[in-house]
């Protein structure tokens, strides 16, 4: 069984993992996960309009992995095939010359495990998750900021950050943190948002085999399998009322599934 709990703002959450209100327990050290995703196409969206995707990971130990998945549905990775004949298929799709980076998501994770101090078995994890996501836009293509704006005019590089934080009044509130570090209130009355990942261990195809969070993601080394977000809300419910027989329940959850970078699989 897992429970959450809310905290006002990152930097309470970083204070919790830091200082853990643990006394008596046995406490694990800190530890982190970090790692970067840059997408590439050409400024035009010339490869994800023929269905491909090129991506470079980066991870803390300075390696660098490329993946590139084909409309035909296969995918080939570096270690593991040859760049040149990576590259080769991609000239086959789109001028190489023409290739720069769109998409870039930086993933950290901080946490820390507390326990029973005489048996070996975790009692809870305290764990921050950070994800930013830059995108680059010109100003035909329409795409929109979490301000509903579009970009007009040259191309332009945003950083949207999405996430759930403690209004004045105490109500959990959906927000936006642009690049600038400008927080804008989107929606009211939510008290979470939750992300799962749809994952395809096969290799081929579009469908997904099973949702998992970023621990299992992270642990089964599934992220370039990643073909879909499950995304879910949940949000207080105005009409509950509290110790009312079959009344309404206390919160609603919304959820959708997003494809990623073309893939069609939910």
Known sequence: MTRQWDVP????????????????FRVSAVQTTYFRDVYYDTPDGELRQRGGRYRMRFTADGKQHLTVWFPDGTRLDTPGTDAE?????????????????????????????????????????????????????????????????SSTGAILTYINTFSVVKN????????????????????????????????????????????QNADQVTAASNW???????????????LYVAGAPQGQPATIVLRRNIAVMNQTGL
């Open 9 to 24: 703002d990152a930097a309470t959450l970083g204070q919790l993992i830091d200082h853990p209100p643990a006394a008596g």
């Open 85 to 149: 004949v990576i590259a080769a298929r991609v000239r086959a799709l789109v001028d190489p010359a023409k290739v720069a980076p769109w998409i870039e998501r930086d993933v950290a994770r901080r946490w820390r495990t507390i326990g029973l101090p005489l048996v070996r078995l975790p009692l809870c994890d305290f764990v921050g998750d950070s994800i930013t996501v830059r995108y680059t836009t010109s100003g035909s293509d329409g795409i929109l900021t979490c301000t509903g704006t």
């Open 168 to 211: 004045a009044a105490g109500v959990g509130q959906l927000v936006c943190t642009r690049e600038n570090g400008v927080l804008y209130p989107l929606i009211n009355g939510v008290e979470n948002l939750s992300v799962t990942y749809g994952v395809n261990t096969t290799g081929s195809g579009n469908n997904v085999d099973s949702y």
């Open 224 to 238: 370039s399998n990643v073909i879909s977000l499950q995304i879910e809300l949940t949000f207080a419910n105005p």
